[in-house]
């Protein structure tokens, strides 16, 4: 009876997780179909007018371009940047060593206190960067006040926040690869941009990938740095898929409505995801190939 | 192979699914916030004569704004338990996140907190969904209401705020009483007389004189010895919080309205000709004299530029400004003053106005005990207490803003009572009731930060103003 039990129970803990997510998830898909809102608590259904009115508004398809926009930005800038910081680091030196550890630091801070930390740090009469670009004649720059620069801002302070995360996986990355290919390489004569080429890119773009798709489908989600930086300001034009829905659920309180803005979200991420990871299989197999 | 993809896909998929369940876990697990009301009030079942001592051994649970209010409430917290025998526990949380923690309280049908802090524009959100006891009937019971708590002795306007019929678009001051007045804010320009004496200015008396101050401080302040200092600190971040302060209170001068009201039916009037040409105007005058990275400021920018320095004036809450002005709180005390800024056109003073009011839980199980709280802390004894000996200035109470004391404590700030004095006959809520006053105000926001950043006022007004027809017509 003990062993016929035992399977059951050793799922017990993914089952209560599983469900501890699906619930409030099918919950939220349920009250789509309704127009549920504080004003109007005995909500009607409505079936699908609620995702009908989100894909007809010019306010979606805006919030859907800037959250395209940044998760493609922060993604992109984090891992040039990130894989160029492992390369440099790959070499086990004493500064390489020290490097690592104060690297992590970004990481260690919520990126809503990195996001106010920054908004201090670019306030054009008091904060620190236009002080230190004074003498260049960029002491006027005022980060946030154009939708430009709002975008940029909040992408660099996410940029600031995360390029670490996918440094230290690329970093893991380049210490596992095999040294076969690269001694055989050296032996051929190759030089290190052929060699960088040819066999570091190949191999390492498995874990490159794994940080991409973790940025991407993040960055997608974003609600934390570009609220507490611009509240989705100026303008409409930092407002993103989650600011939206936000603003929906929680602040006016259409909170059917709201949801339907998540739900797409999730629907993005998820297709986002099942995009990219298809992509990793065929990277992985590719590197495969390489190392043999 | 493709198994381990597929295992991939679902971990990510759950992963992407889990990035929906805090939103959708916030929104309460099921419909039926609004439990159909009874006709009758919990009121009514107090009888008998009026004991402070009636709920004694209860404990009333209270969520608070961090404020010096508050602070000056929880300061007396003691005198409150001593006379009723009622203990209080409370939580503070900060007013990024206040209101948010509210709503989704009150939204999910609990009653965790029984008595709370809420604005009067509050009222027409949490109003029509019944979150909010009406007091009414509490007022009216004299066994509830101890004599001495002496409805009278309220500004009218202050009480009349907080009273709705829960109608849109209609006036304030008919139908319950949602929330009681316990502390508000009249919407004046403060300055920095040190700025002004030596740049030989004088406060503005009109609109294009603002901006033309403003600009001049701008200009000649910095070569004054004022280093950095720009001319006026307005708020300009894209929320609800930009609009109600110095804007609306100039926009209501000018004698412009957010909406008109015909039978019932509100028609958004942030687009009329007048309206336009005045939002231009003071998108032009934040460009000529207001602080850099406008589209960021919010009071506390605002505030803490006045008291740093860097605002030779600050057109926002009189209390924004007294809390620089107190001995030793900022580089600028001292050298604040008060005035009552700008009239419009045809000599208004009409100034909008923002209350910290206390209302009750409609779903609370001790509704006798919070009511004894309430009463309370809108007593003229705590009042008179907490404006003396803390900085619960602005008092709510007639008596509280002639009291002797008070007037002493206040005079050394120059204008301050004067101010007050001016303006507090005709400060009241100048926006049209309405539910969806915070979606209204955050897009006016968005729009005027569109305006600012060189769109034209004609095309972005009209936009706000048919997008809002849609929602609140």
């Known amino acids: 009876m003990r062993l016929a039990l035992r399977p059951y129970l050793l799922i017990v803990p993914a089952l209560l997780l599983t469900c501890g997510i699906l619930y409030p998830f099918g919950l939220g898909l349920y009250y789509t179909l309704f127009d549920f809102s504080a004003s109007k608590p005995q909500p009607d259904m409505v079936r699908f007018e609620n995702y009908t009115t989100v894909f007809t508004q010019e306010a979606f398809w805006n919030s859907a371009w800037v959250t395209v926009l940044y998760a493609v930005g922060a993604a992109l800038a984090e891992t040039v940047l990130g894989v160029a910081v492992a390369l440099l680091l790959h070499r086990s030196t004493l500064v390489g060593r020290v490097l690592e550890k104060i690297l992590i630091l970004p990481l260690m801070i919520a990126p809503v206190i990195a996001a106010i930390i920054w908004k201090l740090m670019l306030q054009p009469s008091v904060g620190v960067v236009n002080y230190l670009l004074r003498p260049f004649g960029l002491g006027g720059v005022q980060w946030t006040d154009t939708p430009t620069g709002a975008l940029l801002s909040s992408i660099a302070v996410d940029v600031w926040v995360y390029t670490p995360f996918v440094a230290i996986l690329a970093l893991a990355g380049l210490r596992s690869l095999p040294a076969s290919p690269f001694e055989a390489a050296a032996v051929d004569g190759a030089g290190w941009w052929y060699t960088f080429r040819r066999l570091t890119l190949p191999m390492l773009w498995p874990y490159v990938l794994v940080a991409v798709i973790f940025r991407f489908m993040d960055s997608l989600k974003v609600f934390d740095i570009i609220y507490a930086l611009t509240e989705g300001g100026p303008g409409d034009s930092t407002v993103v898929l989650q600011i939206r829905a936000y603003l929906e659920a929680i602040r006016f309180q259409r909170y059917s409505f709201g949801i339907s803005y998540t739900i797409v979200l999730w629907a993005v991420v998820y297709l986002a995801a099942m995009v990219l990871v298809k992509h990793l299989g065929k990277i992985q197999r590719k590197a495969a190939e390489v190392t043999t | ?473």
């Open chain 2, 1 to 473: 192979m493709d198994t381990h993809v597929h295992d991939r896909r679902r971990f990510l998929a759950l992963a992407a699914g889990a990035a929906a369940a805090p939103l959708l876990t916030a929104c309460g697990a099921g419909f039926g916030g609004n439990d159909s009301k009874g006709d009758g009030s919990a009121a009514d079942d107090i009888t008998g004569s009026f004991d402070w001592k009636r709920e004694k051994g209860t404990t009333v649970k209270a969520l608070l704004n961090k404020h010096p209010y508050t602070d000056a409430l929880i300061a007396d917290l003691k005198s409150f338990t001593a006379r009723t025998g009622i203990k209080v526990e409370y939580d503070v949380f900060p007013e990024d996140n206040y209101f948010d923690k509210l709503t989704v309280d009150l939204s999910s049908g609990r009653a965790s907190y029984d008595v709370f802090m809420l604005g009067a524009y509050m009222v027409w959100q949490y109003g029509p969904p019944g979150w909010l006891e009406d007091l009414g009937p509490w007022m009216r019971n004299s066994a509830a209401t101890g004599a001495e708590w002496d409805q009278a002795d309220f500004f009218p306007n202050l009480l009349q705020a907080d009273q709705w019929s829960l109608k849109a678009g209609a006036p304030l001051g008919q139908g319950g009483q949602y929330a009681l007045p316990w502390g508000w804010e009249t919407n004046v320009v403060a300055y920095n007389t040190e700025v002004f004496g030596k740049l030989g200015l004088k406060p503005a008396e009109s609109f294009d004189e603002l901006t033309e101050l403003a600009a001049t401080i701008k200009r000649k302040a910095p070569g004054a010895g004022f280093d950095g200092m720009y001319g006026i600190a307005v708020r300009g971040s894209r929320s609800w919080a930009t609009i109600h302060p110095g804007f609306m209170t100039m926009y209501a001068r000018n004698g412009l309205k957010d909406f008109t009201v015909d039978g019932g039916k509100l028609t958004p009037a942030m687009n009329s000709p007048e309206a336009v040409a005045f939002t231009e105007d003071w998108a032009r005058m934040v460009k000529r004299g207001g602080p850099p990275s406008w589209t960021s400021y919010t009071w506390y920018q605002c505030s803490s530029d006045l008291g740093a320095k860097k605002a030779g004036m600050l057109f926002d809450a009189d209390t924004a400004a007294y809390f620089q002005a107190v001995k030793g709180a900022s580089p600028a005390s001292g050298k604040i003053a008060f005035h009552p800024g700008p009239k419009g056109p045809d000599g208004s003073l009409a100034t909008n106005m923002w209350i910290w009011s206390l209302g009750m839980n409609a779903k609370s199980k001790k509704k006798s005990a919070s009511w004894l709280f309430l009463q309370w802390a809108t007593g003229k004894e705590h009042l008179r207490k907490s404006a003396i000996t803390h900085n619960h200035i602005d008092p709510v109470r007639k008596s509280v803003a002639e009291d002797a004391a008070y007037k002493d404590k206040m005079r050394h700030l120059p204008g301050f009572l004067e101010t007050f004095e001016t303006v507090v006959d005709q400060t009241k809520i100048q926006f049209t009731p309405q539910a969806q006053f915070f979606d209204a105000t955050t897009s006016w926001a968005a729009a005027l930060q569109e305006i600012y950043g060189g769109k034209g006022a004609r095309s972005v007004l009209d936009g706000l103003a048919d997008d809002l027809a849609g929602k609140v017509g």
